[in-house]
């Protein structure tokens, strides 16, 4: 009887598992917040990830301040209005990201890798070290994940597909 039987298990456990990885899978498929107006960036790799942006004094200062999750591949750009030495921190900040930072000539002059929140005062500072005129916030962990390292060029697209 049990011999019988093997088959009709067998295809249960095979549909159950199914059924379980697409349910994960769509679990990791986040969607992006409505309304709101995303960026794409394309890396030298062919990685493209979508971004939110902070363009004004108040969206940079507020950053990614109180999230509790990013959508998978997506982060912040920060167009920081001048070409400078620039400091982040953590203040707020309730998920560890990584912070890219890039120059002019859209080059990435540093990347500061699994940034953890602020867990008391005074919050660490995470510099460009080299000029910068963007940052991009992401997953901690993403830049590892994507091979995404220092020296690499990335390009800007607007929502309305227009490069920046």
Avoid at 21 to 44: A, H, M, N, Q
Avoid at 142 to 155: A, D, G, H, L
């Amino acid at each position: 009887m049990l011999k019988r039987a093997l088959p009709t298990i067998a295809i249960f456990v095979v549909a159950a598992a199914a059924i379980y990885l697409v349910k994960l899978r769509e679990s990791e498929k986040e969607t992006l917040l409505p309304g709101v107006e995303y960026y794409t960036i394309r890396f030298d790799n062919g990685v493209t990830m979508k971004t939110e942006v902070a363009d004004t004094p108040q969206e940079t200062s507020q950053g990614l301040m109180y999230r509790e999750k990013l959508a998978k591949d997506t982060g912040m750009l920060f167009i920081l209005g001048y070409e400078g030495k620039h400091n982040f921190w953590m203040k707020n900040v309730r998920i560890p990201l990584d912070i890219i930072f890039v120059n002019r000539n859209k080059e990435i002059v540093k990347i500061h890798r699994n940034v953890p929140p602020c867990e008391k005062e005074p919050c660490p500072t995470y510099n460009s070290e080299f000029p910068a005129v963007y940052a991009i916030e992401t997953n901690a962990g993403w830049t590892n994940y994507r091979k995404i390292y220092e020296s690499m060029k990335v390009q800007i697209t607007k929502a309305d597909g227009a490069p920046l």
